[in-house]
C-alpha cells in the first residue's frame, strides 16, 4: 500500500497570506448613501455570501494543488540475479509490412513479464532515435509506453540503426553491472548516416555492452554481415528471425543468459494528482467571474 501525502505543504502557508489579504487588503471604495440601504444591504450580504465561498473554495482547492498531493510506492529490490539491459526497437516504415511491429511488441511485453528483478531502458529509431525509457527497475511503464508507441513515431523514411546503438551504449556509461546487454532489433540498414558504424561499436565496447542483435524479415530486408559484425565485434550474437516462430526461440535463448548480481536497493514511485484541485479551481474560477458580473449587471 502507497502513502499519501503532499510534496510541497509549505503551500498551506498560502491560506494564511490569503486570510491577511482578505481583512487588511481590501480596496477602498466611494459610499453611497440611499434611501431602503438596510434592505439593500441584506440583499447584498446574500449575494456576497456566495461569491466569497466561490472565492474560498477557488483558493482552498488552488493550494491544494500547489502543495502536490502524491500517492509514494515503496518498491524494493531485493538481492537477487539479473541484467541490465537495454532494448532498442526499430520503428521505422517498414516494419508495418506483415504487422511486424506489433508482433515484436508482443514477444518484448512477453519477454518484459519475465523480467522479476532486472534493469531495463528502451530505445525507438527511425529517422532519428531516442531514448524513450532510461535504465529502470519500473518495467509497468515501459509496458504502458510501449503498448502507445507504433511505427511513425520516429518518421517513416529512415533507419537510424547506428545512432540507437550509439545513444543506447551512453544509458550504461555510471553502470556497475558486470554483464551489460543491448537488444537490438531491425529490417532494415542504416541509412541516416548521423553516427558512424565505427563510432557506435566502439562506444558499446567502452561500456562493456554485449550486444544481441535481430534481424526480422526476409532476405534482403538487412544486412547480416554489418549485424553480425555488431554483435561479434562486442561479444554478443546475431540472430536472423524470419518468422515470429524464431523471433520468440531468439528471446527465449537470450533470457537464459548468464545473470550478474543485483544489490539490495528500492526507489519511491510518485503518482501525481495536482491536476485534480488544479481543474476544480478553474471551474470555480469561471463561476467567480460570471457570479461577479451578474452582480455588477445589476
Known amino acids: 500500500m502507497g502513502s499519501y501525502l503532499f510534496e510541497y505543504p509549505w503551500a498551506f502557508l498560502l491560506i494564511v497570506l490569503f486570510v491577511v489579504c482578505e481583512k487588511w487588503c481590501k480596496p477602498k471604495r466611494q459610499r453611497l448613501i440611499l434611501p431602503n440601504l438596510p434592505l439593500l444591504k441584506r ?115 529512415r533507419t537510424a540503426l547506428y545512432e540507437a546503438l550509439f545513444m543506447s551504449s551512453k544509458l550504461f556509461k555510471s553502470s556497475k553491472a558486470k554483464h551489460k546487454v543491448a537488444i537490438l532489433l531491425t529490417d532494415g540498414v542504416d541509412n541516416a548516416g548521423t553516427i558512424p558504424l565505427d563510432v557506435a561499436i566502439k562506444t558499446a565496447k567502452k561500456y562493456g555492452i554485449k550486444v544481441y542483435v535481430v534481424g526480422v524479415g526476409g532476405v534482403g530486408d538487412f544486412n547480416p554481415e554489418v549485424l553480425n559484425k555488431i554483435a561479434v565485434e562486442t561479444g554478443g550474437r546475431f540472430y536472423a528471425a524470419g518468422t515470429v516462430e524464431k523471433l520468440k526461440a531468439v528471446y527465449d535463448e537470450i533470457d537464459r543468459l548468464e545473470k550478474s548480481e543485483i544489490k539490495a536497493d528500492k526507489y519511491i514511485k510518485k503518482h501525481y494528482f495536482y491536476q485534480y484541485p488544479l481543474s476544480a479551481a478553474l471551474l470555480l474560477m469561471m463561476l467567480y467571474i460570471y457570479a461577479r458580473r451578474r452582480s455588477y449587471a445589476v
Do not use: C
Not at 500517492?71 to 508495418?96: H, N, P
Not at 506489433?102 to 512477453?110: E, S, T
Not at 528483478?117 to 510501449?146: C, R, W
Open 43 to 157: 440583499a447584498a450580504q446574500v449575494h456576497s455570501f456566495w461569491l466569497k465561498g466561490l472565492k474560498v473554495l477557488m483558493v482552498l482547492f488552488l493550494v491544494v494543488a500547489a502543495a502536490s498531493p502524491i500517492k509514494e510506492d515503496e518498491v524494493v529490490i531485493k538481492e537477487d540475479k539479473g541484467y541490465e539491459i537495454s532494448l532498442l526497437l526499430d520503428a521505422s516504415g517498414s516494419m508495418k509490412q506483415n504487422s511486424k511491429f506489433a508482433i515484436v511488441k508482443a514477444i518484448v511485453q512477453d519477454f518484459l513479464d519475465k523480467r522479476e528483478h532486472d534493469k531495463l531502458g528502451l530505445t525507438i529509431f527511425a529517422d532519428f532515435a531516442y531514448v524513450a525509457v532510461p535504465l529502470t527497475y519500473d518495467k509497468q511503464s515501459i509496458k504502458e509506453l510501449l503498448s502507445k508507441i507504433d511505427v511513425g513515431i520516429a518518421g517513416t523514411r
